[in-house]
């Protein structure tokens, strides 16, 4: 049997999120749960959601469970705040243990067990902090999921290390700056480690970001038209988050 279209009650009352189904006439054969950056909240990512208006796919943008500090607008994923004493930037690493317990109990209880997905019609999407959350419940998941894009976010020092010579089936796609990025050299590396279906995407800009044109979208609807199980196939676009 087919998964259902998800509602806020298949998933626990403290987890804040938002659900986009897809158009009536097509029922939700898969699931894009999408991460928000460090500081933003979900609602961005709603609107993301209807953006790319992926065939047959629910979209669940799901707020990070921790407000920052000092009042200031926006939650973040990490179990703890770090703050660079020379810039004063937030660091993005800094554990998600409970972020992943979260979303592991969101995907196992909430679209598994309740709304009859398997794990291999879930697909994860997360920018910067979000992707790194996303890489590691990916990673801390027995079953191999539909995938994991990651834009300007790597793997967390903290995120599981695999047994030897066992890697992670879950696809990856990595999207990150050709100069500046966060996604680092050894991040890189520890993804190659980690799982065994890796693919890096350098965009040709200063610094990380969302994507901005129809050459920067175009690596993440190719994944996503190889692994999202649809009749309809996924169109070509660009997709521009404001």
């Given at each position: 049997?087919?998964?259902?279209?998800?509602?806020?009650?298949?998933?626990?009352?403290?987890?804040?999120?938002?659900?986009?189904?897809?158009?009536?006439?097509?029922?939700?054969?898969?699931?894009?749960?999408?991460?928000?950056?460090?500081?933003?909240?979900?609602d961005?990512?709603?609107?993301?959601?209807?953006?790319?208006n992926?065939?047959?796919?629910?979209?669940?943008?799901?707020?990070?469970?921790?407000?920052l500090?000092?009042?200031l607008?926006?939650?973040?994923?990490?179990?703890?705040?770090?703050?660079?004493?020379?810039t004063?930037?937030?660091?993005?690493?800094?554990?998600?243990?409970?972020?992943?317990?979260?979303?592991?109990?969101?995907i196992?209880?909430?679209?598994?067990?309740?709304?009859?997905?398997?794990?291999?019609?879930?697909?994860?999407?997360?920018?910067?902090?979000?992707?790194?959350v996303a890489?590691?419940?990916a990673?801390?998941?027995?079953?191999?999921?539909?995938g994991?894009?990651?834009?300007?976010g790597?793997?967390?020092?903290?995120?599981?290390l695999?047994?030897?010579?066992?890697?992670?089936?879950?696809?990856?796609?990595v999207?990150?700056a050709?100069?500046?990025?966060k996604v680092?050299?050894?991040?890189?590396?520890?993804?190659?480690?980690?799982?065994?279906?890796?693919?890096?995407?350098?965009?040709?800009r200063?610094g990380?970001g969302m994507?901005?044109?129809?050459e920067?979208?175009?690596?993440?609807?190719?994944?996503?038209?190889?692994?999202?199980?649809?009749?309809?196939?996924v169109?070509?676009?660009?997709?521009?988050?404001?």
């Amino acid at each position: 049997m087919p998964g259902r279209l998800p509602t806020e009650a298949d998933f626990p009352p403290s987890v804040t999120l938002s659900i986009t189904p897809p158009p009536i006439s097509q029922p939700p054969t898969n699931v894009l749960v999408l991460l928000h950056g460090l500081g933003d909240t979900h609602d961005a990512f709603t609107k993301l959601g209807t953006q790319l208006n992926l065939p047959e796919t629910a979209c669940i943008s799901i707020r990070a469970p921790k407000p920052l500090p000092f009042d200031l607008d926006g939650f973040h994923w990490g179990d703890d705040m770090v703050f660079d004493q020379h810039t004063g930037e937030m660091d993005m690493d800094t554990g998600f243990k409970e972020s992943t317990q979260i979303l592991e109990k969101a995907i196992k209880t909430g679209l598994i067990a309740k709304c009859g997905y398997t794990a291999r019609e879930i697909i994860l999407f997360g920018f910067a902090q979000g992707g790194m959350v996303a890489l590691q419940v990916a990673a801390s998941l027995d079953e191999e999921l539909g995938g994991v894009v990651s834009v300007g976010g790597g793997l967390s020092l903290s995120a599981p290390l695999n047994a030897v010579g066992k890697k992670n089936r879950t696809p990856v796609l990595v999207c990150k700056a050709s100069q500046a990025s966060k996604v680092t050299d050894g991040a890189i590396r520890r993804l190659q480690d980690t799982f065994e279906f890796t693919e890096v995407k350098e965009w040709k800009r200063n610094g990380d970001g969302m994507m901005r044109n129809r050459e920067e979208m175009m690596p993440m609807m190719q994944f996503f038209a190889r692994r999202l199980r649809s009749r309809r196939g996924v169109p070509e676009g660009s997709v521009e988050l404001t």
